[in-house]
């Protein structure tokens, strides 16, 4: 009896290497490639999953991806901006090296249009809708458009229209054809800067502060 349980068991085990060594293997080839546009130009951090599986990769920076697969998956090429794509590895290659370039054609996405209020509802919307308090005439309006520090702040931040940009350059322009030939006063003699010297000093203005 024991003599032939071994040999069943013997008997089985064979089978089952027989089925192995009979079973096909896959054809696993090195899939490699670069995803490029219409324009040869690289498409990075390229989605390329194959169907139906969780086996797949991501293209680096210069559209360049290699990963193991067999003959007939079918590959999916996914990327941002782009129309999803795919491709079927061809069977029967005879090579464990399979390259290609793929091309994408670029999507175009029409986004609806979005307001974007300052409130985050219609509530407090509302809320601060019935709680504004305008004013009922125009003089008040006309007043506060007519602030002397808001009338100052706009001024200083407003840059040279084109008339006084001309009238300016005019003006140096008459300048220098006015000493043209000669030199110019030295202020070294001009009284009219010594007395205000004086004045100033006289004032402590050149004095050392504290």
């Known amino acids: 009896m024991r003599i032939a349980f071994v040999s069943l068991l013997l008997l089985f085990a064979s089978m089952g290497l027989r089925a192995q060594e009979t079973a096909p293997r896959p054809n696993l080839v090195q899939f490699s490639g670069v995803v490029v546009t219409d324009s040869l130009v690289p ?30 998956d079918t590959i999916l090429f996914s990327a941002v901006g782009f129309i999803r794509s795919q491709y079927v590895i061809p069977g029967g290659l005879g090579e464990q090296k399979y390259s290609m370039i793929h091309v994408m054609s670029r999507d175009t996405v029409q986004l609806r249009e979005i307001a974007v209020y300052p409130w985050p ?38 840059p040279p229209d084109a008339y006084q940009s001309f009238k300016y350059a005019m003006a140096m322009d008459q300048t220098k054809l006015y000493y043209s030939g000669g030199t110019p006063p ?9 007395a205000q010297f004086l004045q100033a000093w006289q004032n402590g203005a ?3 502060k504290d």
């Open 206 to 208: 050149y004095k050392k």
């Open 43 to 72: 498409v990075p951090f390229t989605n390329i999953l194959v169907r139906n599986s969780y086996r797949g990769t991501m293209s680096d920076v210069y559209g360049y991806f290699s990963f193991v697969a067999q003959e007939g």
């Open 121 to 158: 509802s219609r509530e407090q919307f509302r809320e601060a809708f019935l709680n504004l308090r305008l004013p009922d005439d125009d003089y008040q309006l006309a007043m506060k458009n007519l602030s002397p520090a808001e009338m100052m702040q706009r001024m200083e931040n407003l």
């Open 186 to 194: 030295i202020n070294l003699f001009n009284p009219i800067a010594w």
